[in-house]
């Protein structure tokens, strides 16, 4: 072919080969980029799925870790708390919602001096090969506060009267039998009689009838007889061991059971504060009474006893531990005997209704058996500092050593 020479003009045949080669081409580029496309997504949407997956197990992990820090702080008694002198690994806690398991976890104890440090690793059951997810959760305890009057017989508010040979006595006591009492020590001296408001609204009949100063305080208020530490008279009553309500009154308090076991559930049994009914010595009951209500009974009993009301007491009714009334306090005839600390709060007024104590009433402080009725009670367990007491140790990695 000689320079002047030209390619043939391709025909109209090899321009449509030519444009179907590149038709070609480019579909499969279209498809590979497409595959590629459909690929990243699905591949996307799987890593989504699993890092969801992985957020929500690891939630069940901190949700079990939570619930088993909740749980054994409610549930464990004063009794476990102080039973504590090292770090210890607690029995797994298994939890569960509308019958399937969530997850379990393993608890750490250790007592701090001043409360205690409770670790809880937590592990979700569920998820298959994702399953084992998990957080780990620290809480800062300490025993619940629960306090009141010190060395002090009788607290009111109000107009007061003490006559005949009613006693009101701020010397120490305890029960003159029953072992339970051995190890209480009897403080020496003399404590208050009587704290009030308003010392002149206290008529003594006979300067015998009172062992003990009688010390005014102006600043008494509505907390000085419904508020007990970090507990209130409400809260006491929600979880009180025995409760009367609407016409329901006690009958005659008398402590049931045998040398060995104590049947809590009749409910005029307030435990044993003497030597007669040994099963029942340890058993101190909150009991609720929401009404006003006579007590003319000779039975006996002990804890803490709460009345939304007026308390009348004859026929020589004892009761040791703690004893707060709402209302007025009229003990009267063989009166009743009343050993511990005793609350009449008259509503907050004045010029209530006076309290009255006439006959062979007794009034007398123990500060042993308001120790014991504190120590005996359903709300006496541990509970989370107000501030900072729960937080995230998941990367911290807690153990047995911890």
Known sequence: ????????????????????????????????VVG???????????????????ARYNDDGMYVAENALNRIAADSPKSFWSGLVAAKELDSVVVSAGGTTIGSARVWVR???????LVARGASARGGRLSGGGRTLGMVLRLLNVTFPPGTAMQVYGETHVQGSAL???????????SQWDTCTVRTGVDTAIITKDSSLIDVQKASSIIGPIVQKPSMNTGSFLNY???????????????????????????????????????????EPYADVPGCANYFPIIYVDHTFKLAANG?????????????????FEFWGVTVVK??????????????????????????????????SLVQYSGCAVSRAVAGMGASRAVPVKMHSWFDLSSAGASTGF
């Open 168 to 178: 009101i006595s701020g010397q120490d006591t305890k029960p003159a039998s029953g």
């Open 111 to 117: 007592p701090t001096g001043s409360g205690y440090f």
């Open 300 to 316: 006996r009993g002990q804890g803490i006893l709460l009345v939304n009301g007026d308390l009348e007491i004859t026929g020589g």
């Open 1 to 32: 072919m000689t320079p002047n020479e030209q390619l043939p003009a391709p025909d109209e045949e090899g321009k449509s080969e030519l444009r179907k080669g590149f038709a070609l081409v480019t579909a499969l580029l279209a498809l590979v």
């Open 327 to 360: 209302g007025a306090l009229n003990m009267h005839g063989s009166g009743g005997h009343v050993n511990g600390v005793l609350l009449a709060y008259q509503e907050g007024q004045l010029n209530y209704d006076e309290n009255l104590a006439i006959g062979n």
């Open 36 to 54: 590629a496309l459909v690929t990243g997504s699905f591949f996307a949407a799987s890593q989504e799925r699993e890092m969801g997956l992985s």
């Open 229 to 271: 530490g970090d507990v209130n008279f409400d809260m006491l009553a929600a979880t009180a061991d025995k409760t009367y309500l609407g016409a329901n009154s006690p009958g005659n308090p008398l402590p049931v059971g045998t040398a060995t076991t104590c049947n809590t559930g009749v409910l005029d049994n307030w435990g």
